[in-house]
């Protein structure tokens, strides 16, 4: 059996004093208080799975399966990492949600031809 509560709005998050757990604190429809804690390593998961789920629902609502969210970017970082193959690229939106990605080598030379292909097709398509 599961327990279904439909949330009106997230009010604020917790972290345990150990790090090992947050708790997320919403308010239900009804204007209740509603208290979720999870496990770091549950959290964790579920950063990486909301992207996927919340397009699921987009590509669903829209009808159309290429639709995607698409966010604004406020800052890029790139760094190296201390084993000094890594790069780790971080990106941080206006509102601050911010995510790094670790990138190897050959992935960094695919983001940079990337970069250079969409670079050489604007440029053709406004001269």
Do not use: W
């Not at 439909?6 to 757990?21: C, H, P």
């Not at 970082?77 to 193959?85: A, N, P, V």
């Amino acid at each position: 059996m599961s327990i279904a509560i439909a949330i009106k709005g997230l009010v604020r998050f917790e972290t345990a004093n150990d790090g090992a757990s947050i708790s997320l604190l919403a308010e239900d429809v009804s204007s209740a208080p509603v208290r979720l804690t999870f496990s770091t390593e549950v959290i964790s998961s579920l950063v990486m799975t909301l992207p996927q789920m919340v397009t699921a629902a987009v590509q669903r609502h829209r009808n159309d399966p290429g639709a995607r969210l698409v966010y604004p970017l406020a800052e890029s970082k790139m760094e190296l990492g201390t084993d000094l193959s890594t790069r780790i690229l971080t990106l941080t939106t206006p509102d601050g949600f911010t995510v790094s990605f670790a990138l190897t080598d050959a992935q960094f030379s695919d983001l940079a031809q990337s970069h250079a292909r969409c670079a050489a097709l604007r440029s053709r398509l406004t001269n």
